[in-house]
């Protein structure tokens, strides 16, 4: 059992609140990303974990045991740094076996788990040379390897595949998750790539400011985010958001958008109900949205500003009042610059917004 | 398709790109001017006797043919001498004996006109230009019985050459010319291989002894490679003190000046309150020449010293101790150790500060989150990669150890305690030989290229290894 349990931490540097109270319980042989933009905190927070900047408030249990003050090496973690931090003057062999040999684990075994870790990253016949002679993903697997010979029950690793390039990165993407439910060491995993969050993690903790916006499966954080941020940072477009109106007309509770009035779920009404009067925004995905050359019912026309075929999928550009959004169609989908087309919202794939608190609204 | 025949590429002219040498050429200028040829200039000294050899002639003349060589100092036999017009410009030396003659224009006891030359000595000048040329005089009498009392005129100004006619005493004379001779002598003496030799030289290489008839070579006109220089320097009494005085300084100032330069570098980089300051309180004897710092630790090991007056004050001694003293030789050395590690251990702090700063920080992070305690971590981690640094302190170290003078010379004298810098400047100022004090340089610089060749060699960093 290794459950890592950050009890309202909180690390300041002078005046700047890098860690603001947060609180996180990572489960035994769990995967968990921070996700965040640049800043927001998520490089500072595994660090506390990891004892390289103490901690101002708050507790860090892991396995149960208080370790906020605990110097790294009495942790029993393991981690990957964003630059490799590989000893250059080491072997790749000395570099694995590190950790082992400062925790005086005796030679064979220290040996056979060198082999293991290096077997697993695919680097056996690197094991005499010196990193000075490795390309970068080479570095990388080092790296990791050096990570899991310790096997120890937590591993960090803080951005490991933002210095690869994008090719290598998706092949260490989908190798590194095969190899962490291998070993199932409990894993907190630092990113800004927003991909590689909902690719591999368990569960995705979206950073922002030093506070935690939303922990939750991927699936959950990308379908139904917490606020306007967490839609806004995750996915590939990002959500549209599209100002409208809660208009009450006949009895029957709509939202003016455009000229058209966008009739929300059943279970929305009561929420919406407050908002009379008031904008909303409406929320949601490129791939949500229903598209049609001509004109159908309950669709809202609009002009294509730009069309970017991308192969899987063609992502139109369009203006929407005050809104730019984008719209992902099929690419069989035939469409050109400043044509027409209509579309449709579905009423349960979209996200209502208040417009004042930048919550979204869930029954 | 079928491939087309095309013609083969003209062969592309390469554009020989002029830039980089121009830009290149002044430092090789300069390398050349200021650094290369006066170093060789000077190191010649060390092994080049440039008045080795003494050449005899055939004939006493520049241009007669060379019968051999004579060494400096080879002992003659004098068997004749002759002079000879000098050559215009010639250095004569103090050995030199030269001769005036004048030609004159007068009339013989015939009253016919005789114009020729005629030794200085035999006309007394009684008119000069302004300029101090003789212009008019008369003929000397000749003192003695048995001579003949009239004064040869000669067609050359030699005595051997043939006589023009003859003047009676007191004629008057118009010099119209004067003539520099230098005497050259016929000598006899034995070559490097032993053998005799004999021919003629200038007098002004020739030291001749009382009874005229005996000298010896006082110096060559041609240069040889010698050791003799190097000999000198190997027997000079002052030659293997120096080496081990050198060799004692250099042993106890640099590993102490590494173990505390590395030491102060890491203080430095732990980033404590107030490690800026002491960066500058470090840096400070940087900045003082090394003959002050010499005798800033003077002061404190003379007599009534700082060091005297402290270990009074505290009641540790009962009368002040002498320190420097030809009897506390070891205390000279001590004092010298501390000076110099005062001195300089900062020059090799700053090597590794800034060595230590080129180390990544999250190298030394995944060193501790790895298991490696503080002094794992210096050992395992820092100094490793600090290699390249303290390479380049330890050859920069050892040269200056090889060079320590000032120091030694404020807190000894340079006689009690010698080094082989304050060699150098001993055998150049004291003793007027430049040729021994070059060797003693050449020494330091063989020394200097050793150690730092045998540093590149054994303390190569891995990675180049492995490159």
């Known amino acids: 059992m290794a459950e890592i349990?950050?009890?309202?931490?909180?690390?300041?540097?002078?005046?700047?609140?890098a860690v603001n109270d947060v609180t996180l319980t990572v489960q035994d042989q769990e995967f968990v990303v921070l996700l965040g933009p640049s800043g927001c905190g998520k490089t500072t927070l595994l660090r506390a974990v990891a004892g390289l900047g103490m901690a101002d408030e708050g507790r860090i249990l892991i396995d149960g045991r208080d370790v906020t003050y605990l110097p790294p090496r009495d942790r029993n973690i393991s981690m990957v740094f964003q630059s490799y931090a590989i000893f250059p003057h080491m072997k790749v062999y000395d570099n694995i076996a590190f950790g082992l040999k400062m925790h005086k684990v005796d030679r064979a075994e220290m040996e056979r788990r060198v082999r293991q870790a290096a077997e697993?990253?695919?680097?056996?016949?690197?094991?005499?040379?010196?990193?000075?002679?490795?390309?970068?993903?080479?570095?990388?697997?080092?790296?990791?390897?050096?990570?899991?010979?310790?096997?120890?029950?937590?591993?960090?690793?803080?951005?490991p595949l933002s210095n690869l390039d994008a090719l290598l990165r998706l092949e260490m993407r989908a190798e590194l998750k095969r190899l962490l439910r291998e070993i199932g060491a409990t894993t907190i995993y630092v990113t800004h790539d927003q991909i590689e969050a909902l690719s591999m993690g368990d569960r995705i903790a979206v950073m922002r400011d030093g506070t935690i916006q939303q922990y939750d499966r991927p699936t959950v954080?990308?379908?139904?985010?917490?606020?306007?941020?967490?839609?806004?940072?995750?996915?590939?477009?990002?959500?549209?958001?599209?100002?409208?109106?809660?208009?009450?007309?006949?009895?029957?509770?709509?939202?003016?958008?455009?000229?058209?009035?966008?009739?929300?779920?059943?279970?929305?009404?009561?929420?919406?109900?407050?908002?009379?009067?008031?904008?909303?925004?409406?929320?949601?995905?490129a791939e949500n949205m229903e598209v049609f050359d001509?004109?159908?019912?309950?669709?809202?026309?609009?002009?294509?500003?730009?069309?970017?075929?991308?192969?899987?999928?063609?992502?139109?550009?369009?203006?929407?009042?005050?809104?730019?959004?984008?719209?992902?169609?099929?690419?069989?989908?035939?469409?050109?610059?400043?044509?027409?087309?209509?579309?449709?919202?579905?009423?349960?794939?979209?996200?209502?917004?208040?417009?004042?608190?930048?919550?979204?609204?869930?029954? | 398709m079928e491939p087309t025949p095309s013609a083969p590429p003209a062969p592309r002219r390469r554009r020989i790109r002029w830039a980089p040498y121009i830009l290149i050429a002044p430092t090789f200028i300069y390398l050349a001017l200021f650094f290369a040829w006066p170093m060789a200039q000077g190191l010649i000294l060390a092994i080049y006797d440039d008045e080795a050899l003494l050449?005899?002639?055939?004939?006493?003349?520049?241009?007669?043919?060379?019968?051999?060589?004579?060494?400096?100092?080879?002992?003659?036999?004098?068997?004749?001498?002759?002079?000879?017009?000098?050559?215009?410009?010639?250095?004569?030396?103090?050995?030199?004996?030269?001769?005036?003659?004048?030609?004159?224009?007068?009339?013989?006891?015939?009253?016919?006109p005789v114009a020729g030359w005629v030794p200085e000595r035999r006309i007394r000048v009684r008119e000069r230009a302004p300029d101090g040329s003789p212009l008019?005089?008369?003929?000397?009498?000749?003192?003695?019985?048995?001579?003949?009392?009239?004064?040869?005129?000669?067609?050359?100004?030699?005595?051997?050459?043939?006589?023009?006619?003859?003047?009676?005493?007191?004629?008057?004379?118009?010099?119209?010319?004067?003539a520099v001779l230098e005497v050259w002598y016929r000598v006899r003496g034995l070559d490097e291989g032993g053998e005799p030799v004999e021919g003629w030289a200038p007098s002004r290489y020739i030291q001749v002894f009382g009874d005229e008839n005996r000298g010896r070579v006082d110096r060559g006109d041609t240069g040889q490679f010698t050791t003799r220089f190097l000999a000198k320097m190997w027997n000079d009494r002052f030659f293997r003190p120096a080496v081990t005085n050198t060799f004692l300084l250099m042993v106890l100032i640099i590993p102490t000046q590494f173990v505390l330069a590395v030491v102060m570098a890491l203080v430095i980089q732990a980033q404590l309150r107030g490690s800026d300051l002491l960066l500058y309180i470090y840096a400070i004897p940087l900045g003082v020449s090394d003959l002050a710092v010499g005798i800033l630790w003077f002061s404190i090991f003379t007599q009534h010293g700082l060091l005297n007056s402290v270990l009074y004050q505290f009641g540790l001694i009962d009368?002040?101790?002498?320190?420097?003293?030809?009897?506390?030789?070891?205390?000279?050395?001590?004092?010298?150790?501390?000076?110099?590690?005062?001195?300089?251990?900062?020059?090799?702090?700053?090597?590794?500060?800034?060595?230590?700063?080129?180390?990544?920080?999250?190298?030394?992070?995944?060193?501790?989150?790895?298991?490696?305690?503080?002094?794992?971590?210096?050992?395992?981690?820092?100094?490793?990669?600090?290699?390249?640094?303290?390479?380049?302190?330890?050859?920069?170290?050892?040269?200056?150890?090889?060079?320590?003078?000032?120091?030694?010379?404020?807190?000894?004298?340079?006689?009690?305690?010698?080094?082989?810098?304050?060699?150098?400047?001993?055998?150049?100022?004291?003793?007027?030989?430049?040729?021994?004090?070059?060797a003693y340089a050449g020494f330091i610089l063989v020394l200097s290229m050793i150690s730092a060749f045998f540093y590149l060699r054994t303390i190569r960093s891995h990675q180049e290894v492995a490159g």
């Open chain 2, 136 to 178: 008019r005089g008369t003929v000397r009498i000749k003192l003695g019985q048995d001579v003949d009392p009239r004064t040869a005129v000669h067609g050359e100004p030699r005595e051997q050459s043939p006589v023009v006619g003859y003047l009676e005493p007191r004629t008057p004379v118009a010099i119209q010319e004067q």
């Open chain 1, 5 to 17: 349990r950050i009890e309202r931490v909180t690390k300041r540097f002078g005046d700047f609140v």
């Open chain 2, 55 to 112: 050449t005899l002639r055939a004939e006493a003349s520049r241009d007669a043919p060379k019968v051999g060589h004579l060494p400096q100092g080879t002992h003659l036999e004098i068997q004749g001498q002759q002079s000879n017009r000098l050559e215009p410009g010639a250095e004569l030396g103090e050995n030199a004996l030269t001769e005036i003659w004048f030609y004159v224009r007068a009339e013989d006891a015939d009253g016919g």
């Open chain 1, 221 to 285: 954080v990308y379908d139904r985010p917490v606020n306007r941020f967490v839609g806004g940072f995750i996915g590939n477009p990002p959500m549209n958001f599209i100002h409208g109106q809660v208009a009450q007309m006949d009895g029957v509770l709509t939202v003016r958008v455009g000229h058209l009035h966008v009739r929300p779920e059943e279970e929305m009404i009561p929420l919406l109900g407050g908002h009379v009067g008031r904008p909303v925004l409406l929320g949601i995905r």
């Open chain 2, 319 to 438: 009368a002040p101790t002498t320190y420097l003293s030809a009897e506390t030789k070891y205390w000279i050395i001590v004092a010298v150790w501390l000076a110099e590690v005062w001195r300089a251990t900062s020059l090799v702090m700053v090597i590794v500060v800034s060595g230590l700063q080129a180390i990544p920080g999250e190298v030394l992070e995944a060193a501790e989150l790895f298991g490696a305690n503080l002094w794992q971590r210096v050992r395992y981690i820092t100094l490793p990669l600090l290699r390249p640094s303290l390479q380049v302190a330890l050859i920069l170290r050892t040269i200056l150890a090889l060079q320590v003078f000032a120091v030694v010379i404020a807190l000894s004298g340079g006689d009690v305690v010698t080094v082989l810098a304050n060699e150098v400047y001993r055998q150049y100022t004291e003793f007027r030989n430049p040729n021994v004090a070059a």
């Open chain 1, 120 to 159: 697993l990253l695919h680097i056996e016949e690197l094991l005499d040379r010196f990193p000075s002679n490795l390309s970068g993903g080479q570095r990388q697997r080092v790296a990791v390897a050096r990570a899991i010979a310790m096997q120890s029950k937590v591993l960090l690793m803080d951005e």
């Open chain 1, 294 to 363: 001509r004109p159908v019912e309950e669709g809202l026309k609009v002009r294509v500003l730009v069309v970017e075929p991308l192969g899987s999928q063609n992502l139109l550009t369009v203006r929407i009042g005050q809104d730019t959004i984008k719209v992902a169609t099929h690419p069989s989908f035939q469409v050109q610059a400043d044509q027409e087309i209509w579309l449709r919202f579905p009423p349960d794939k979209i996200r209502w917004v208040d417009p004042d608190t930048e919550q979204v609204l869930y029954p």
